[in-house]
Structures are given as structure tokens and as C-alpha cells.
């Protein structure tokens, strides 16, 4: 199956790899500048609120930007825009505002990457090239948060001291030795956006409208929301990313009040989480198909009661199991939950105006839960409550999740919707 690949398949995964890798690694840095500025531990997740309030604004316009151009060309560009933001570091930009500048082409960036392989490859390989795809990007994610811990770890700046490089390259501080090496990775990923092959794929642009185009993204969302089964995965969906995003500051946080781990070491547990849903992800790939994806939903409810046991560990040894056994949880039901939206949304919408309202939906929640967590943070809220909160929010939105499944399977054929070609039928 590897070698049927065609060539530029494989530098589109690359280039994807290293924007990801440098994306996550400069989440890591961007958090120790806020410390050396002595900023207040509520503004650190305000950085994946900046980074994330692109993905929401430019829903609906990014998908037709994207196909008015080659694929290449517009990764090429929306990473440089990447470069730009982690420059402006140097500048003494606020941290905020420079992040926010990296979501913004991280944002624009998003539906190039996947476009490009419907366009490159025939339907046959689709599958197989997103599961490429989402594999190299929670790998990037693993990687990534490690290399950020390692770039602001002093073993790197002692590293750059004895190189002699710190003269050389006139580096001021820990954090800037780490910025310049991510800089370095979102070049090179420039660099392979430029080797991407064109495909001649011409679009037919809906409009170019602004208002138009939202009317339409917003028909889109109402569709999908209403549709019995989309509005159960959906859900999950969002509430996973969400969550997620929230659960990578809260482990900081609870690992450095909880463990006295500081926060190079701390990030090397948000690797483990992320272990733990890769594992999961397999588990499901292999246990769970697209019928029976809606009998993991439980799973959920017990992912959130395990959560507040992070309270009860007291050594890095018990809260690595925790957070493995966390992550496995998390993959093994959002994968196939991912799995059946992209399904209904392919059935009631098209696959990219689905892909366009999924990621809205879950990054608006990133904001929503991130904003909360920093305003608990604010009134100096402690890790192990914020931990407990957290679970039993999870836990308790699942199980309301649980409920309105049950309610519409009995009024609807629901099993009979999953794996139907096409739908016309939109229930309220």
C-alpha cells in the first residue's frame, strides 16, 4: 500500500509534520515567556484562546480561500504567516498577540491540507491517507509538546552556553535559543510546501460574498445540528475538543502545584496523555466499527469519574498510569465518534462544508472552556479542585449526551441512519 502512494503524497505528511511539531513546541515556549515576564498564571491559557479565536472567526471564509488557489501555494503562504508570528517574539510582542498571529495561519492552513488529498489522490486512498494524516498530526502533538520542554529545559540553554552559540547568535534569554530553533522547523516546513506537486484542480468559488458565505456556513451548522444522529457526534466531538484543550493547561497547572515538577518536566506529561490516545485510537480502529461506534458513548462518562483520581497521585510514577489510562479513554470513544460525523456530515452536507462546521463547533468550545478555566484560575482556584471540576463537568455533559441519544433512537430508525449513502431527511 506504501509504494501505490504517489510522491507528493508523502511531503504533503512531512511538511504537515513539521508545521504541527513547531505549532505544539512553541505552545510550550510561548508559556515560559509569559513566566519570565512574570505574567499571571490565568493568561496561559488565554494563549490557545488567541491561537484558537482564528479558527472560529474565519469558518466560513478560509474553505473557499483555500480552493482559490494551489493547495501548495496557500500552505506555503499560511505558513509563513506561522514564521511571522514566532518572529514577532523577538520583537517583544506580547505573547498573546504573536500566538494569535500563528493561529491565524495555522487557521487558514487547515483545509489546504486536507483538500490537497482529495485532489491528489483517487477515492480509493482516502481513508488510508487520513489516517496518514491524523497519525503524523497526534504524533507532531507528542513530539512537539516534548521539544517545547526540552527548548526551555536548562540542560538546552547549558547546552547553547557551552556550544558557544549564545555569543554568536547574541541570545538574550532561555526562552529565545528554543524560538530560534522552532523558526528553523517552520522554515523547513515552507520549504517542503513548496515541493507539494500542483494538481490542476480548478474550482467553481460559490461566492466570494462575505455575507453570503456566512448565511450559508451558518444553513450548514443548523443542518448538521439537526440532523438525530450528527447532533449525538457532533456533540461528543466538541466536547472532546474542548476539553482537550483545556485538560493540556490543567495538567500543567496540577503537575507543578501537585508534583513541585517545573514546567519543562510538566509538559513531558502532556506526552503521556497524548500516548494514552493513541493507544486508544488504535484500540478503536480495531474494536469498533461505524454501526456499533455509538455503544462507546459510556466510555466518556467513565473517562470524566477518572479524572478527579489525578488528585490522589502523588508521584510522577501513579500519575503517568492516570493520565495514560485518561488518554486511552479519550481516544477509544472520539475516534469513532469523529468517525460517524464525518459520516453524517458527508451524508447531509458535503465533506467540506462538514469538515468547515466541525472545526467551528469545536473551536468555539476551545474557547468557551478555556475562557472558563482562566477565569477560575484568576480567583486563584486550586489544580486539584480544577481537576475535580473538570471530570465531573465531563462526565455529566456525557450523560446528558447519553440521554438525548436514547430519546431520539425512540423516535427515529436511528441504527438505520448509520452508514445510509445519502439523507435528505433533517429532523428537528
Excluded at 508534583?259 to 493513541?278: C, E, R, S, W
Excluded at 472558563?372 to 455533559?397: P, Q, R
Excluded at 433512537?409 to 436511528?414: A, G, L, R, Y
Aim: net charge positive; with cysteine; proline share 3%.
Amino acid at each position: 500500500m506504501l509504494g501505490k502512494m504517489k510522491k507528493g503524497f508523502y511531503t504533503i505528511i512531512f511538511a504537515q509534520f513539521l508545521s504541527s511539531l513547531a505549532d505544539n513546541a512553541l505552545l510550550i515556549a510561548a508559556i515560559a515567556i509569559l513566566t519570565e515576564l512574570l505574567a499571571p498564571s490565568w493568561m496561559s491559557p488565554l494563549l490557545k484562546l488567541f491561537f484558537t479565536v482564528s479558527y472560529v472567526i474565519l469558518a466560513p471564509f478560509v474553505g473557499p480561500f483555500s480552493d482559490s488557489f494551489e493547495k501548495g501555494k496557500v500552505m506555503f503562504l499560511t505558513n509563513n504567516i506561522k514564521v511571522l508570528g514566532c518572529i514577532l517574539f523577538f520583537f517583544n510582542v506580547h505573547p498573546l498577540l504573536a500566538y494569535a498571529v500563528v493561529g491565524f495561519g495555522a487557521a487558514s492552513y487547515a483545509p489546504a491540507k486536507y483538500g490537497i488529498l482529495t485532489e491528489l489522490l483517487p477515492p480509493d486512498k482516502l481513508v488510508f491517507a487520513n489516517g496518514w494524516l491524523e497519525s503524523t498530526t497526534v504524533v507532531s502533538i507528542l513530539l512537539g509538546t516534548l521539544l517545547g520542554g526540552f527548548l526551555i529545559s536548562d540542560f538546552f540553554i547549558n547546552l547553547i552556553n557551552d556550544s558557544g552559540l549564545k555569543a554568536t547568535l547574541q541570545i538574550n534569554s532561555k526562552s529565545e535559543a528554543g524560538l530560534m530553533v522552532i523558526v528553523f522547523i517552520y522554515a523547513l516546513a515552507a520549504f517542503f510546501n513548496l515541493l507539494i506537486p500542483k494538481t490542476g484542480a480548478v474550482y467553481s468559488i460559490y461566492s466570494k460574498n462575505p455575507i453570503t458565505l456566512t448565511k450559508r456556513f451558518y444553513e450548514s451548522n443548523k443542518i448538521l445540528w439537526n440532523d438525530k444522529v450528527g447532533q449525538i457526534s457532533l456533540a461528543v466531538t466538541t466536547l472532546f475538543w474542548g476539553a482537550g484543550a483545556t485538560l493540556q493547561f490543567i495538567v500543567l497547572q496540577w503537575a507543578q502545584e501537585q508534583l513541585n515538577m517545573t514546567l519543562d518536566k510538566a509538559a513531558m506529561l502532556q506526552g503521556i496523555v497524548a500516548l494514552g490516545i493513541i493507544a486508544g485510537s488504535i484500540l478503536a480502529g480495531r474494536l469498533v466499527n461505524l454501526r456499533s461506534s455509538i455503544k462507546v458513548l459510556p466510555v466518556g462518562v467513565f473517562m470524566g469519574l477518572v479524572v478527579p483520581l489525578m488528585t490522589l497521585a502523588s508521584n510522577i510514577g501513579t500519575a503517568s498510569i492516570l493520565l495514560i489510562i485518561i488518554g486511552t479513554l479519550a481516544g477509544f470513544f472520539v475516534v469513532p465518534m469523529n468517525a460517524l460525523l464525518q459520516h453524517r456530515g458527508y451524508v447531509t452536507l458535503s465533506a467540506g462544508q462538514s469538515i468547515a462546521v466541525q472545526n467551528f463547533n469545536e473551536n468555539s468550545n476551545v474557547l468557551v472552556m478555556l475562557s472558563v478555566y482562566a477565569f477560575l484560575l484568576f480567583f486563584e482556584m486550586s489544580a486539584n479542585t480544577v481537576v475535580t471540576l473538570f471530570g465531573i463537568f465531563v462526565a455529566v455533559t456525557m450523560a446528558l449526551v447519553i440521554a438525548k441519544y436514547r430519546r431520539n433512537k425512540s423516535t427515529i430508525e436511528f441504527d438505520s441512519l448509520i452508514g445510509d449513502k445519502r439523507s435528505s431527511v433533517y429532523q428537528k
